[in-house]
C-alpha cells in the first residue's frame, strides 16, 4: 500500500502543478474567500478520484497480465505525449493552462450574475466543485489514477492522490497566480512526461 500511496502522491502533485484546475483554483481564491474554494475544488477532486478508483477496481476483473501491460502502456503512452508536447513548447512562453481557466471562470461568473446569485460560502464551494469537476473529468492525472488503482491497493491509491490533489489545491489558493510567471510550462510539462516514464518502467519492472 505504501508503494500505491507515493507513487499516485508523486504522480497528481506534479501532473496537477500548473494544470487548468490549479489555475480555476487561482483565479476563484482571488475573487473569493480561500477557504471555501479550497473545500469545494478538493471536494470535487476527492470525488473524481474516488471514482476513478473505483473504475480501476472495476477493471480487475480482467487477467492480471493484461492490467499490468495496460498500466505499462498509459504511462509510456502519456509520457512520451507531454515530452512532445515540452519539445514544442517556447523556452519562454505564457501559462496557456491559465488562459483556458480564466475563460472558464469568467462564463461561470457571468452565469451567476445573471441570476443575481449572491457569493455566500454555499456558492462558492459549489462554483469552485462544479468547474473543478468538470475541468478535471477526462485528464491525464484520472486515467493516470485508473491506471493505478487497477493494478496497486485501492486505499493506497485514494489516500495519495487526494493528498496530492489537498497539496496542488493548497498551494494555488494561497500563491498560485503568484507563481504562474514563475514556473515554466515547458519545464512542469517536462517534469510531469518524465515522472510518467518512470512510473512505467517500474510497473515494467515490477511486471516482469
Not at 494544470?19 to 483554483?25: L, N, R, V, W, Y
Not at 441570476?115 to 460560502?121: C, F, G, T, V
Not at 488503482?149 to 497539496?167: D, E, F, K, R, T
Amino acid at each position: 500500500m505504501l508503494t500505491a500511496f507515493t507513487a499516485s502522491l508523486l504522480l497528481i502533485t506534479v501532473s496537477e502543478l500548473g494544470d487548468k484546475t490549479f489555475f480555476i483554483s487561482a483565479i476563484l481564491a482571488m475573487r473569493h474567500p480561500r477557504r471555501w474554494v479550497f473545500v469545494g475544488a478538493v471536494a470535487a477532486l476527492a470525488l473524481m478520484t474516488i471514482l476513478s478508483v473505483l473504475v480501476g477496481q472495476a477493471a480487475t476483473v480482467l487477467p492480471e497480465s493484461v492490467l499490468k501491460w495496460a498500466e505499462v502502456g498509459l504511462f509510456f503512452v502519456f509520457g512520451l505525449k507531454l515530452l512532445y508536447e515540452a519539445s514544442q513548447m517556447p523556452a519562454v512562453s505564457g501559462c496557456e493552462e491559465e488562459k483556458a481557466a480564466a475563460e472558464t471562470v469568467k462564463k461561470a461568473e457571468k452565469v451567476l450574475a445573471e441570476k443575481h446569485q449572491e457569493a455566500n460560502p454555499f456558492a462558492i464551494v459549489s462554483e469552485a466543485f462544479g468547474l473543478t469537476f468538470v475541468a478535471e473529468w477526462g485528464d491525464r492525472t484520472q486515467i493516470a489514477t485508473i491506471a493505478l488503482a487497477a493494478a496497486n491497493p485501492p486505499v493506497g491509491v485514494v489516500l495519495g492522490a487526494v493528498l496530492g490533489h489537498a497539496i496542488c489545491a493548497a498551494i494555488a489558493v494561497l500563491c498560485g497566480r503568484w507563481l504562474c510567471g514563475r514556473l515554466s510550462e515547458r519545464t512542469l510539462t517536462a517534469l510531469g512526461g518524465g515522472l510518467f516514464l518512470l512510473f512505467a518502467f517500474v510497473a515494467l519492472s515490477s511486471h516482469g
